[in-house]
T-cell receptor, first 115, second 112 residues
Framework: GAGVSQSPSNKVTEKGKDVELRCDPISGHTALYWYRQSLGQGLEFLIYFQGNSAPDKSGLPSDRFSAERTGGSVSTLTIQRTQQEDSAVYLC?????????????FGDGTRLSIL | QQQVKQSPQSLIVQKGGISIINCAYENTAFDYFPWYQQFPGKGPALLIAIRPDVSEKKEGRFTISFNKSAKQFSLHIMDSQPGDSATYFCAASGSGTYKYIFGTGTRLKVLA
């Protein structure tokens, strides 16, 4: 497909475990964004990539959260030692380039549940 | 300064009616205002967007009205249909702030 692809679509894990969430952006899109959506809430910015570098990590909630992007394409968001408050939907978006006027296209997210 | 305030939180409209959702912002550097539609279990999908050099933009049944002096913008859904039932998010971004600042969302229900 031509859209942003995220996997897994659902993840249930025990508190204290590490999780990896994957995002495949739209082909050719240089900018990639991670957001978090808690139940009934708006979207909270986590991190932004331009190419493989992350100029803005300001939204990462704690040092348990990290992300990388390789080959200017696939990105992985890793949460270490998960806590119950990490339960949320994690959304990835991509845009052609990182300009404020560029529309961001979202995947369907990974629903993360921490038991 | 970075907040986008969205109202109402929820909205019920009869089929064929007009749905109106409002957003307000503070940061005058914002220069791009998209609206997203989200169905349960799906990611937000871009619906329509506006830049502050125009006061209104229409695409089909969806219209954005923009009031630069009041720092407000709104989404109007004409002839609302049950299939429009979803959560709608406004957002804003601006020069040097490529990340979107989202409103808290409006859950719209259109009654058949």
């Amino acid at each position: 497909g031509a859209g942003v692809s995220q996997s897994p679509s659902n993840k249930v894990t025990e508190k204290g475990k590490d999780v990896e969430l994957r995002c495949d952006p739209i082909s050719g899109h240089t900018a990639l964004y991670w957001y978090r959506q808690s139940l009934g809430q708006g979207l909270e910015f986590l991190i932004y990539f331009q190419g493989n570098s992350a100029p803005d990590k300001s939204g990462l909630p704690s040092d348990r959260f990290s992300a990388e992007r390789t080959g200017g394409s696939v990105s992985t968001l890793t949460i270490q030692r998960t806590q119950q408050e990490d339960s949320a939907v994690y959304l990835c978006a991509s845009s052609l380039y990182s300009d404020s006027n560029q529309p961001q296209h979202f995947g369907d997210g990974t629903r993360l549940s921490i038991l | 300064q970075q907040q986008v305030k969205q109202s109402p939180q929820s909205l019920i409209v009869q089929k064929g009616g007009i749905s109106i959702i409002n957003c307000a912002y503070e940061n005058t550097a914002f220069d791009y205002f998209p609206w997203y539609q989200q169905f349960p279990g799906k990611g937000p999908a871009l619906l329509i967007a506006i830049r502050p050099d125009v006061s209104e933009k229409k695409e089909g049944r969806f219209t954005i009205s923009f009031n630069k002096s009041a720092k407000q913008f709104s989404l109007h859904i004409m002839d609302s249909q049950p299939g429009d039932s979803a959560t709608y998010f406004c957002a804003a971004s601006g020069s040097g702030t490529y990340k979107y600042i989202f409103g808290t969302g409006t859950r719209l229900k259109v009654l058949a």
